[in-house]
């Protein structure tokens, strides 16, 4: 052996050196120079920590070679983007206060530092040169293009005369607020109920009502919440990764299961990116999916699978056998074979002739499904829910297995959604509006999910009501919803929308035809806090407007948000404040308890106050953490942007029900558990379903399990509702357990001649309705060509990608490019639906509108047609990238040529469409767009003949089941049928 | 809010990261010299006091002669990758995060030791620092102090390479020591066997560039130096080529050129131990591997050159007795018939 070990030599001084290393580091670093490479980099997370985000300096990658430094302010704030509410930090230049970029905030729980292409590209929206910034009020006629810049007072004191007028003369019902991208959990329901109006209308029965229903019928709470980083099997029924919703922080948990070895089935008609990841990617006929969850249910109870004990405990299999079985045995044997009789029927061979998926394949995930124990992950969100009439039942059946393996709760299962959310309790609380607006919940859908919005245009000319003033808030409804024209339509007739307010950071399809264009703000000018289920924790996410925040830093006392945000643009929070202010000023009305302040009583509330109370009296252990770091809560939240309150919440069904809440008890035959006991005060208010009281006024407090009372679900018999008694009792008795519905789409109802057309999806690169505004995902995406499988092609006569189809609807057509492709079914056509942007020719004089074609709109009566006059080019401005539009086509809007297809029982607009598709005819161009908004019409009323009334069905004489969960319940009185013929 | 002390909540735990530990930008650094050659890291030389080296030293000692990867040290066939470096990359992914490409590189492991230590200090809870320290802790003891007594033993009779060594050894022996019920390494724990009187020729082989079968590191620059000591010729190649030449061409005197070279680093574990169990570990390794190859070299005995640079060559399948040549014979007998010593 050669001289090996060093003389044994005195311990160096290793705190010296490494004190050394750290100033050689911190001088190399000033310089611009890289200390450590390779490996040697490798930090837990590659962020610039918390303590230098009050001067991080980097250098100007425009400016090499030259080392020009940049220093920044580093400020957290909430993407709005999309639903997720990832965590951003603003980089925000210390010399000029301009935000240069935005990156991920490393402190957020959901998304921990990373963000999807949407997150960075806030930056192209505040920079958009189509941006509104100023109030602007119609000069001429409605939609004829001609606008005056108005100031923020003339505007308040407009719209709040009007509101206080329909307030004072009983016409709350002619006030509504419409939501596009959700703000903050439960702050326009609280505006809405201090005025006392039911005016709460929003985008989800075009979006996921369909899935919400599934899962709200097994567990009382509309949403799931999948533990997908610790699952052995994910099972995803959804157009790409849950349709964006989660996007980010559900696939980089996704990555990490599979990282494990967790196995990936995807059900998509359509080759989605998240398909192309996937272990088992089926291509489904579209509105089959139940039918392959009822046959994998079927082979895990045939192959003893099913968690008995789970199952025991929790399904109210009781219920079921008493109510349907009434004269049978009532045992638990008893309701193990009727389950078995029950899906006799969904063998692999009748889901294989439903879907067209092999019996093999069907087989194989099947067993792999009930090899997941209780790592079962699974999600239905838009897709097929939202796709096909009894669509929700894809959500139920999908939930349905995660019954049976007994995967609720637990690690690598699926959620109630509530477990992993947290709504902190705002200051004020208004109590539930006396009034029920039945345009957005009509009597015909009593057990809808969400506001019937998509529905408005047709209850408007239908004479059901009219709308004084009508906000959209972040909404395009026109471009949004199925049968845009008809939309067009009503709003452009005050007899039916008297004043139309358009809330908007960005001109829209809609907002054209508004009488007031009010400047809202981006994610990086607005507040907001949210809370979303992404793993099995609960996290808030607060969004600021991120140069106050500096400001404030920097030593600045900032009062409005406008202080702050380019132009006039606003924020909601401050501008509600105010307006509800001036529809009440002397608070006579009632109207201004709720936005004053309580520090500081007959002073307006701040929106300093508002989340400083929020922090310091509704989040637990925030206080406490920000305390240590000597912060304010509202100062912490300021600083990190986020804060999580728990993780690893468990199966809190299975909480015990505590001694004090135990008072007076009554206990039903089948278990459910009523207290007299008061219910105690939860700071966190976020939504879920109601139990009603027993016949005495006792609340639904638990359910007795083995002998012991424990919190159960918010359901009416306390349990996963296997059986679901509601449904039973509206009227539609054939659909109470999970089972398959056949679709609109199913072959069976399509003519020889007819394809599926799938318009649910979309790319995670494009936001809804604001990508036309971020330059960036429009270059990454533009155009939406429909995807046609080669043997279609074939028998379309279209013999290569890029040829121009006519796709028919029934109540019209658009012309759009092939696409040929075999990630799709054939018999299935498919078209992203969040593309097509356009403007109005004469609204191009309002603004550049640079990323959306110019058409002209021509209309006879009823008949529509939509012609681009111009294509995108490059043009002048003063961002020099307008000049390197490489593109000109920005598809096609094909969401006008939908007729309305209301779902009879969750109300989700079904959106797939029975089509024809030709090689276009001579005349045709790109984009083009024909619509009958007579024959849309009547569409409409072919679906509303298959509603099953609450004045018929309703079981009480009341409108709704007053346990279901709904935006802005109205208070209890509301719900009974009104009189008269119903 | 009082935080409980860390004490409380690590059994065991004899120190938690505060003021004792090195600190976390010279762990980093020291990685960081194991990774990035001259003159880019000379800065980093500097700042540690120490001279910097040559590009063409750097490249022997980190690329050529002894990798610092935990997997050629721990592995069961001393390979790069495999299980050792998989529970690397485990333990990133315990904590959740993604493993780097190179999970088991001594670069990676100091940064991420490092980073460990700064994150314990920084975290805003109790248990999250809790959760922080042990899990540094843990890595210290599974993938660092586990192989770094065979690597520092070996690394600083390289040209440059002695102040840092020196460091490094300074740096890991400052920590918190384990108790001694604690349990070896996983790594160690689950060992392959020692060499044994009854392996075949390729077993031997495997084994002896195998760190953790034999307890010691045999180099290049080793092999070339017992070809000196012992006078065999050295055949250019990969060390099992090379140690299968000298072994053909002096079984004994190669054997007990091992034999010697294992029992020195046995004696050396012990004189300048790293961690307790852990150096003890591998110094009784070694001090096996000593005896049963001083056993093999006895049985073998003087033996002519069959094969090899200075013999005649000899026909494909023929056997000196006592040693099985694998290519030929199968079932494989054994080496010798003899039982081996014990080893406690």
């Known amino acids: 052996m050669r001289s090996r070990r060093a003389p044994h030599e005195p311990t160096p001084d290793l705190g010296a ?32 920590p918390p303590e230098r985000w009050d001067d991080w300096v980097e250098l100007d990658s425009k400016s ?90 003339e505007a308040l004191d407009t719209i709040a005369a009007r509101l206080r007028a329909a307030i004072i003369e009983g016409r709350q019902n002619e006030i509504m607020i419409h939501i596009g991208r959700p703000g903050e959990d439960g702050f326009t329901e609280r505006v809405l109920a201090s005025w006392g109006v039911d005016g709460h209308n929003s985008h989800t029965n075009v979006c996921s009502s369909g899935g919400r229903t599934g899962f709200q019928f097994w567990t009382g709470i509309d949403r799931p919440s999948p533990d997908h980083a610790n699952a052995k099997v994910i099972y995803l029924i959804s157009s790409h990764l849950e349709t964006g919703h989660y996007f980010n922080p559900h696939a980089q948990r996704i990555t990490e299961a599979r990282a ?236 039916k929308v008297g004043c139309y307010v358009a809330l908007t950071p960005t001109w829209n399809e809609s907002a054209y035809f508004a009488d007031w264009v009010l400047p809202m703000g981006h994610a990086s000018e607005r507040h907001d806090t949210h809370s979303y289920e992404q793993y099995d924790g609960q996290w808030v996410g607060f969004r600021q407007p991120v140069l106050r925040a500096a400001r404030e830093r920097m030593g600045e006392t900032i009062t409005d948000t406008r202080q702050v945000n380019p132009g006039e643009v606003w924020e909601e929070n401050e501008f509600y404040i105010e307006l509800s202010w001036r529809i009440d000023p002397d608070g006579s009305l009632g109207i201004r308890q709720y936005h004053e302040s309580r520090k500081h009583p007959g002073e307006k509330l701040t929106v300093d106050e508002y989340y400083g109370w929020m922090f310091t009296h509704s989040v637990p252990g925030l206080p406490e953490a920000a305390a240590v770091e000597g912060l304010t809560p509202l100062g912490y939240m300021r600083r990190y942007g986020a804060f999580e309150i728990t993780k690893g919440r468990g199966a809190l069904y299975a909480e015990e029900v505590p001694v004090e809440e135990r008072e007076d008890l009554h206990i039903t035959s089948t278990g459910r558990v009523y207290t007299a006991g008061p219910k105690p005060e939860s700071l966190n208010v976020g939504p879920i379903g109601a139990p009603e009281p027993d016949d005495e006024g006792r609340r639904a407090v638990g359910v007795l399990v083995g002998g012991t009372i424990r919190r159960g679900f918010p359901t009416p018999s306390g349990r996963l509702e296997f059986y679901s008694s509601t449904l039973a009792a509206w009227g539609w008795p054939e659909h109470a357990l999970p089972g398959y519905i056949r679709s609109h789409v199913h072959p069976a109802n399509l003519a020889p001649d007819q394809v599926v057309l799938l318009s649910t999806f979309r790319l995670p690169t494009q936001i809804h309705t604001r990508s036309a505004n971020s330059k960036w995902l429009n270059e990454l995406s533009h155009t939406n060509p429909v995807w046609i499988h080669p043997a279609d092609a074939a028998r379309f006569d279209v013999t290569r990608t890029g040829d121009l189809v006519r796709v028919t609807t029934d109540i019209g057509y658009f012309v759009a490019k092939a696409w040929i492709t075999e990630g799709i079914r054939p018999g299935v056509v498919a078209c992203s639906h969040h593309m097509g942007r356009w403007k109005v020719t004469g609204h191009d004089e309002v603004g550049p509108g640079g990323m959306m074609a110019t058409v002209d709109l021509a209309r006879d009566t009823d008949s529509w047609t939509v012609q681009a006059r111009h294509h995108v080019a490059p043009y002048d401005s003063a961002d020099p990238d307008t000049r390197r539009i490489w593109w000109s086509d920005t598809g096609v809007h094909q969401n006008l040529t939908m007729p309305v297809h209301p779902d009879p029982i969750s109300g989700m607009h079904c959106w797939h469409q029975a089509v024809r598709v030709t090689r276009a005819r001579p005349g045709d161009a790109h984009g083009d767009i024909a619509v009958d908004t007579s024959k849309a019409h009547e569409v409409y009323r072919q679906w509303m003949a298959s509603t099953r009334a609450a004045g018929t069905y309703s079981p009480d004489a009341t409108r709704r089941p007053a346990w279901l969960m709904r935006p802005l319940k109205p208070a209890a009185e509301t719900f009974a049928l009104p009189a008269g013929p119903r | 809010m009082t935080e409980p002390a860390l004490a409380d909540t690590l059994p065991g735990e004899e120190q938690a990261v505060g003021s004792t530990a090195p600190p976390a930008e010279l762990l980093r650094a020291l990685g960081a010299l194991s990774v990035v050659p001259p003159p880019a890291s000379d800065p980093i030389s500097a700042a540690l006091g120490l001279a910097a080296m040559t590009a063409a030293d750097h490249t022997r000692l980190f690329v050529l002669d002894l990798p610092p990867y935990a997997s050629i040290y721990l592995g069961r066939d001393g390979n790069l990758g495999g299980e050792a470096a998989d529970r690397v990359a485990g333990m990133w992914r315990a904590l959740g995060l993604d493993p780097p490409a190179d999970p088991d590189h001594l670069a990676t492991l100091l940064a991420l030791y490092a980073e460990l230590g700064v994150a314990a200090v920084t975290c805003r809870t109790a248990a999250a620092r809790a959760r922080l320290v042990h899990a540094r802790s843990v890595l210290r003891a599974e993938h660092l102090v586990s192989w770094l007594d065979p690597y520092l033993t070996a690394a600083p009779s390289y040209p440059g390479a002695e102040g840092w060594a020196r460091l490094c050894q300074a740096a890991m022996g400052h920590e918190p020591r384990r108790h001694a019920d604690q349990p070896l390494p996983a790594a160690l724990r689950d060992a392959p066997r020692c060499i044994q009187p009854t392996d075949n020729l390729d077993q031997l082989l495997d084994s002896l560039v195998t760190p953790i079968r034999i307890g010691f590191v045999l180099t290049h620059r080793d092999l070339q130096h017992a070809g000196n000591q012992i006078g065999l010729g050295v055949r250019r190649g990969e060390r099992r080529y090379t140690l299968r030449a000298m072994l053909d061409q002096d079984p004994a005197a190669t054997l007990g050129w091992l034999a010697g070279e294992a029992r020195q680093w046995s004696t050396a574990y012990r004189r300048h131990p790293l961690d307790g169990a852990t150096s003890r570990w591998w110094s009784a390794r070694a001090s ?57």
């Open chain 1, 17 to 48: 050196l490494g004190e050394r290393v750290t100033a050689a580091r911190a001088a190399a670093e000033a310089r611009g120079e890289t200390f450590y490479q390779g490996a040697s980099q490798t930090f837990l997370a590659g962020f610039p």
């Open chain 1, 64 to 153: 090499w070679p030259q080392r020009v430094e940049h220093r920044s302010m580093l400020v957290p704030t909430t993407c709005f983007n999309c639903e997720s509410a990832c965590g951003l930090l603003a980089y925000v230049d210390r010399d000029s206060l301009q935000v240069r970029k935005f990156e991920g905030n490393p402190a957020h729980p959901g998304s921990r530092g990373r963000n999807c292409a949407k997150g960075p590209s806030t930056l192209n929206q505040v920079t958009d040169p189509d941006r509104i910034l100023y109030p602007l009020r119609r000069a001429g006629e409605r939609g004829a293009g001609k606008w005056e810049r108005a100031s923020w007072d």
């Open chain 1, 260 to 495: 494990k070895g967790a196995k990936v089935i995807v059900l998509d008609t359509r080759l989605s990116n998240t398909a192309t990841h996937a272990d088992f990617w089926l291509s489904p006929q579209p509105g089959s999916e139940a039918a392959i969850n009822l046959a994998i249910a079927r082979h895990i109870i045939a192959t003893g699978r099913a968690n008995w004990d789970f199952v025991h405990d929790w399904w109210n299999w009781q219920e079921y056998l008493a109510e349907c079985n009434p004269d049978g045995f009532q045992d638990f044997e008893t309701f193990k074979s009727t389950l078995i009789e029950k899906y006799e029927a969904f063998t692999f061979e009748f889901a294989a002739a439903e879907s067209g998926i092999d019996v093999a394949t069907l087989a194989d995930v099947a067993e792999i499904v009930a090899g997941a124990g209780t790592a079962f992950s699974c999600h239905s969100w838009r897709s097929a829910a939202a796709g096909n009439l009894g669509g929700w039942q894809v959500s139920r059946t999908v939930f349905f297995l995660a019954a049976l393996l007994g995967a609720v709760a637990t690690p690598g299962g699926t959620f109630p959604n509530a477990y992993n959310k947290f709504v902190p309790r705002p200051i004020h609380v208004p109590p539930h509006p006396k009034v029920w607006q039945e345009l957005s919940w009509p009597l015909e859908f009593p057990l809808a999910q969400n506001e019937l919005s998509f529905l408005l245009p047709h209850f408007l000319k239908d004479g059901r009501g009219r709308l004084d003033t009508y906000f959209t808030r972040v909404y395009n409804p026109v471009w949004t919803n199925p049968d845009g024209l008809s939309w067009m339509e009503v709003l452009t007739d005050p007899d």
């Open chain 2, 288 to 344: 096996s591997a000593a005896i049963i190859l001083d056993t093999i070299a006895t049985q073998a005995g003087p033996m002519p050159r069959t094969r090899g640079t200075r013999g005649p060559a000899v026909p494909t399948g023929s056997k000196h007795p006592g040693m099985t040549d694998t290519s030929v014979a199968s079932p494989e007998p054994p080496m010798f018939t003899s039982a081996p010593p014990a080893i406690s």
